[in-house]
Each structure stands twice: as structure tokens, then as C-alpha cells.
């Protein structure tokens, strides 16, 4: 079983929306626990480096684009097995392919606004939790 963190992102089609609040419902409904919350307008420079790991891939500079196009909620959660559980929560990354009731279902446009950014990996949870949050901004 993996640790109990993962970090999320409220992707800029779902601010725009009006969904943050409902997804945020959410998450806090399905057990998980808010540890850090931050409301930042990435520059595509910090998006860029954010997503560096997909510099190789078509959409690259699309997801850029869009991942600075507007305001995003970042924030660090609790929660038990909180990567897979989390990853569970959201869908798949096309919302087309994602079940019933999971968080790109409901809130998600297309594949590349698709409402939320959820960790793949304990270790990438503590990398990206660090891109926003020092130590001390995380309960
Ligand atoms: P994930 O967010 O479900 O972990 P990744 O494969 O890590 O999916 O891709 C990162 C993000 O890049 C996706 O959430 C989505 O916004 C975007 N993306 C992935 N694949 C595509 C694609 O085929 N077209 C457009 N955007 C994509
Ligand atoms: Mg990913």
C-alpha cells in the first residue's frame, strides 16, 4: 500500500466553471483531508518545468498553454493508499473513458481540460507538493 499524501491541482476549465467548490466537496466527502490549499496563476514558465516529464509529447505545448491560460487550486491531501485512492477518485485522463461518478466525469471537458491533476507515484507526490509548498505551509 502506498503512503497517505498526494497533491492535487484544480485545472483552469474547472475555475472557470464555477466547479472548484463542488469538486473540492468532493474530495473532502470521499475522506480525503486538505493539508496545504494555494490559489496561484502559473506563467508558462512554471508550467513548462511542472510538466517537464511530458516535454517529448504532441500535446506538450498545449497543456502549457492551458495550464497558464488562468488561476488553478493547488493543494496537498491525506487520505488513505491517497495516490492510487486519489487517482481512483478523478477517472481516467480522457473523461470519455472515465466512470461513472468520478471526478473527470463529471466536471471534465476533453482530455486536455479535464478538471484535475492527481499524482501518479508517492515520490512525484512529494516532488509536486514541493513545486507549491515548503514544509512549514503543509499541516
Ligand atoms: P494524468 O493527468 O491522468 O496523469 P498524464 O498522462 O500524466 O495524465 O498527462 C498529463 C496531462 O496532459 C493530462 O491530465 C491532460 O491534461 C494532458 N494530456 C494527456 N494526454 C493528452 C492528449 O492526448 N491530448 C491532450 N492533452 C493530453
Ligand atoms: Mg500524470
Redesign the pocket.
Known amino acids: 500500500m502506498g503512503g497517505n499524501r498526494t497533491f492535487t491541482m484544480i485545472k483552469p476549465d474547472a475555475m472557470g466553471n464555477a466547479c472548484a467548490g463542488k469538486i473540492i466537496d468532493h474530495i473532502i466527502n470521499n475522506g480525503f483531508t486538505l493539508k496545504a490549499m494555494k490559489l496561484v496563476h502559473l506563467s508558462k514558465e512554471q508550467a513548462s518545468e511542472f510538466?517537464a516529464v511530458?516535454k517529448e509529447r504532441p500535446?506538450y505545448s498545449?497543456?502549457v498553454d492551458f495550464m497558464s491560460s488562468g488561476p488553478i487550486i493547488a493543494a496537498v491531501l491525506e487520505g488513505e493508499n491517497a495516490v492510487e485512492s486519489f487517482r481512483t477518485l478523478i477517472g481516467a485522463?480522457n473523461p470519455e473513458e472515465a466512470d461513472e461518478g468520478t471526478i473527470r466525469k463529471l466536471y471534465a471537458e476533453d482530455?486536455?481540460r479535464?478538471a484535475v491533476?492527481?499524482s501518479?507515484s508517492d515520490e512525484n507526490a512529494g516532488i509536486e507538493a514541493g513545486f507549491f509548498f515548503s514544509a512549514f505551509e503543509q499541516v
Open positions: 510538466y511530458h500535446f498545449g497543456l485522463t482530455i486536455g479535464n491533476h492527481g501518479d
